[in-house]
């Protein structure tokens, strides 16, 4: 006969010296772990719990702003710098890191409506209310830093004056040639001290300008008659325009999705459209309860973040309904623009109260160097919460969020009005001949006509 | 293992579907992996014993045994023979690593099976029916003549649990910190070792049940009881999960296989039964008495009678067909009391009346153990990390349940059995919090202990009465079917025929 036992040598399921790794053996048949679920559910509500004990994301203000800040702007080549511009033409460069001003670019007469910088990152672009626009050239990355004291003063690299307000600006992103919208959309190069070409559709001034990422003659504008219109550089007339039964405040183009843009509307809704197909709305992003008065897409293009009047910040994900993250604080007024960071991992709002919010975008991660153990630990976590996030237990305490009082009182009251319009129209397809009320998709309903 | 995938073709959110699609792949991927992996990252092989030509496995004695295998190997069949305090009874660490043997009159002793070291011996001068390991392999609890006790490994007594009383056998849920106890009144409780807190006291009406085991593939705890029902508890409801009669006397002995789907029982009426739980059916029935059972991790079973211990395997792979594998006959006189496998080595623990003997089994335990649910080879700062984790990872006593695999998934919509479910759970909650309702002491003379008896059964039955609302269709359909019968046979032509 055969005969064959377990026989195990102590010497290789230990380990010879003390300064070795212990030896870890695995053996991944299910048999030898019962009750997984049970075990995975546990470790979903801790992990939640958890998260929200960690989750503490406002990391600092920026103030030194005598008046709201109206407008920021992002250096795409210098990750740590964002320039912010108020209301009484103050306009500053600031090091997100010691949440300092290293720079000051006084010389605007009026508000400054808009902001940005050219594509290799050396000159800054500013336009405002006393109709001109600025261009200033930006000290070098890692210049700055080296004197935190002093502050440096930099006068206009050139000023060019025009006959009307201007409301936004914006650059292209692989280009030589800034767009400007007032009274009309103007073109301009660097060097030309009048516009190169100049966009209008009807009488109406447009509010705000984003060039597409992608398409470098491709930009979006929204008009105060309701309307967003895409221009093409390359033809004399407008390619598309959307009316919507609302005011588009800003718009943000998804930079890994570069034919989808998302519109922040005054009527506390967030539309993404796809810019082929205007006809209806791809996603419509509600939660906010006041007008949303800017919104910008994270690099990733998987979520972008939205300031709105109702004093509170909102992430939310691409694709997504309902945000997923809100933010405010009691001194945070009336939030005029948001930024995401360049790395993905802040968020910056410029408020009404001159202070300019500097907020994690995932409010318990942990910043800086992350071993690769702890990484590993809380992806696992991240992903254990995700699969049984629908569970009462665990979507109670996900779902969770302080909100401050009279955003929570608007927001019953929305969806009480916004319940009674439902119920209201569900009774009246119910009471009618079938056929004669046809239902209209949401995606749908705020949009009046596409004209070509 | 994992069951069948998610069905995507009759999904019609296409989100959904390219999420779930996107998902099952993702465990198909890993599924691929961990097999992958198997072939070169398992260290050991498992045991075997084959007979060649005309040989017979069952004839194999274990001097046989110990002269092929080496000598590691043959160290692990050993004998203690203790005569003094009565007959032995054993348990092991879930890793295999410790053992403790009590003796009835009061002996306990701790012994780590990888050295062969004595770690600690002493008496309780009382008798000692049960004992289980707690949360390390250190701790444990003895269930002694009138109380449970819990003793660290130096043999000191840190916690005299008094809530139960006259203990006679003791279990332990691993994941939920559970110590569970029945005595012979037929209590059962269920006390959490890391709160303190008594979860749960119920009585089962059963009388005291000689066999308890745990399934641990759901936390489940069974009874055998001496009427021939076996019943399953869980701690949070005060009805058994299920009841079946399995034989026609008292039950002697059960035990469950690891992998939940079965469980064999033994009875006075000389059967020896296995069960399938999914069904809930005999499986197969041998003649014999059986003293006491046990599955090891690789699915044989041991059977212990008088003074020999038959061990059986299946042979066609789906369980029901077992055959005899091999036996042990130890000196006559020698009863056995308790046989108990060894985790992780091809070794079974007999605790017998003079002592205990530990044989070699082939191919009984499972080769490749994983470290992070039960390492033989543990140190001090693993063993201490584990605790830590099992403690962070403790489950509640609401998550057992018959079907472990249903947490996370959508409750049936089958109305008419899950609302009688619910509404059965939340009568016997609603007359239990009637029944422990504290009466409110009236003065001046109108609290007579007549009248307080009479007050708390009206309690009571108010309960009872706000669940005996028939629903009146039921009780038309009753009338209706007597109304048919009634009619004399001459007519029966004109009665009204059922629409098929």
């Known amino acids: ?452 | 293992m994992r069951g069948y995938g998610a069905d995507l073709e009759s999904l019609k959110d296409k989100k959904l579907k390219g999420q779930l699609s996107v998902k099952e792949q993702l465990y198909g991927q890993s599924a691929k992996a961990a097999a992958k992996t198997e072939k070169w990252i398992m260290p050991t092989e498992g045991g075997s014993l084959v007979a060649e030509g005309l040989e017979k496995t069952w004839r194999m004695k274990q001097e046989d045994i110990i002269s092929e295998v080496d000598i590691l190997s043959s160290r692990k069949a050993c004998d203690i023979s203790l005569r003094v305090l009565g007959p032995y009874t054993l348990v092991y660490t879930l890793n295999g690593r410790n053992m403790l043997m009590a003796g009835r009159k009061g002996e306990l002793a701790t012994i780590d099976m990888l050295t062969m070291n004595l770690i600690k011996n002493f008496q309780v001068k009382e008798t000692v029916r049960d004992v289980v390991f707690l949360q390390d392999g250190q701790t444990f609890a003895a269930a002694q003549k009138k109380y449970v006790y819990i003793y660290n490994r130096d043999g000191t007594e840190i916690h005299c649990l008094k809530e139960h009383e006259a203990p006679q056998s003791l279990q332990y849920l691993e994941k939920h910190f559970l110590l569970s106890s029945i005595n012979k009144y037929g209590q059962l409780h269920y006390q959490d070792v890391s709160t303190g807190e008594m979860v749960a006291n119920y009585r089962t009406g059963l009388g005291g049940a000689r066999a308890m085991r745990t399934n641990t593939f759901n936390a489940v705890i069974g009874l055998g009881h001496p009427g021939g029902k076996v019943t399953m508890w869980k701690p949070t409801s005060v009805k058994p999960l299920v009841s079946m009669l399995c034989h026609h006397g008292p039950v002697t002995a059960m035990a469950f296989h690891t992998d939940g789907r079965l469980m064999a029982t033994a009875g006075m009426d000389r059967k020896i039964k296995l069960w399938d739980l999914r069904k809930y059916q005999v499986l197969r029935s041998f003649a014999g008495h059986a003293r006491t059972l046990d599955f090891s991790q690789r699915g044989l079973l041991a059977v212990g009678n008088g003074s020999f211990v038959d061990i059986w395997r299946d042979s066609g792979g789906d369980q029901s067909f077992m055959d005899r594998y091999m036996n042990h006959s130890m000196v006559k006189g020698y009863q056995v009391g308790r046989v108990r496998f060894r985790p992780y080595e091809d070794v079974l623990g007999i605790g017998h009346s003079n002592g205990i003997s530990s044989v070699l089994v082939p191919g009984s335990g499972e080769p490749n153990f994983d470290s992070w649910v039960a390492n033989p080879y543990e140190t001090r700062q693993q063993r201490r990390e584990k605790e830590v984790r099992a403690l962070l990872d403790k489950l509640q006593p609401e998550t057992i349940m018959l079907d472990p695999g249903r947490i996370g998934t959508v409750r049936p919509t089958r109305a008419t059995e899950a609302e009688e479910e619910d509404v059965a759970e939340v009568k016997e909650a609603a007359i239990a919090a009637a029944k422990a309702s504290a009466l409110k002491h009236k003065t001046k003379g109108r609290n007579k202990p007549s009248k307080m008896l009479k007050k708390k059964q009206e309690g009571i039955e108010r309960v009872k009465r706000s669940f005996m609302e028939l629903p009146p269709e039921r009780e038309s359909k009753k009338l209706k079917k007597t109304e048919e019968v009634e009619l004399p046979r001459s007519l029966q032509r004109f009665a009204k025929k059922k629409s098929s």
């Open chain 1, 1 to 452: 006969m055969k005969v064959k036992v377990i026989s195990r040598s102590t010497e290789e399921f230990t380990r010879e010296r003390s300064q070795d790794l212990q030896r870890v053996f695995r053996n991944y048949d299910p048999a030898l772990r019962p009750q997984e679920k049970a075990v995975e559910y546990a470790r979903a509500v801790n992990a939640a719990k958890l998260e929200k004990i960690f989750a503490r994301p406002f990391v600092g203000a920026m103030d030194g702003h005598a008046d709201g800040v109206s407008c920021m702007a992002k250096n795409p080549n210098h990750l740590k710098g964002i320039f912010s511009a108020s209301m009484d033409g103050d306009i500053r460069l600031w090091d997100m890191a010691s949440r300092r001003t290293v720079c000051q670019y006084p010389g605007h007469k009026g508000a400054v409506r808009g902001l940005t910088v050219s594509t290799d990152g050396t000159i800054l672009i500013s336009c405002g209310t006393d109709c001109t626009v600025r261009l200033w050239s930006v000290p070098i990355a890692g210049a700055g830093e080296s004197e935190d004291s002093s502050r440096n003063v930099s006068k206009p690299l050139i000023v060019y004056a025009w006959k009307h307000a201007f409301w936004a600006v914006d650059h292209q992103w692989n280009g030589n040639v800034f767009a400007t919208a007032g009274a009309q959309v103007d073109i301009w190069d660097h060097n030309r001290s009048e516009p190169l070409n100049t966009f209008g559709w009807g009488n109406e001034t447009s509010v705000s300008v984003r060039f597409n990422p992608a398409e470098p003659n491709l930009l979006a504008t929204s008009a105060s008659d309701r309307s967003i219109v895409i221009y093409d550089l390359r033809m004399s007339s407008p390619a598309r325009k959307l009316i919507m039964k609302t005011k588009t405040n800003s718009i943000a183009w998804n930079p890994m999705e570069p034919m989808n843009f998302t519109a922040a509307n005054e009527d506390c809704n967030c539309y993404s459209y796809d810019a082929r197909k205007l006809d209806e709305a791809k996603c419509v992003h509600q939660d906010h309860v006041s007008a949303v008065m800017d919104i910008d897409y994270s690099p990733t293009g998987r979520e972008f973040v939205t300031g709105s009047y109702d004093r509170t910040v909102r992430i939310f994900q691409y694709n997504g309904g309902r945000s997923r993250e809100i933010y405010h604080t009691k001194r945070m007024q009336r939030v005029f623009c948001v930024k995401y960071s360049c790395d993905g991992t802040y968020l910056i709002s410029g408020s009404d109260d001159t202070n300019l919010r500097l907020w994690k975008a995932k409010a318990s991660e942990q910043l800086g160097v992350v071993l690769p153990r702890e990484r590993k630990k809380q992806e696992y976590l991240d992903a254990v919460k995700d699969r049984y996030k629908h569970l009462p237990e665990v979507n109670r305490i996900v779902r969770h969020r302080h909100l401050p009082k009279p955003i929570y009182k608007a927001a019953n009251l929305r969806r009480t009005i916004i319940e009674a319009e439902r119920t209201k129209e569900k009774r009246r397809k119910a009471h009618s001949a079938p056929g004669s009320i046809s239902a209209q998709s949401y995606r749908k309903r705020r949009i009046i006509r596409e004209v070509e």
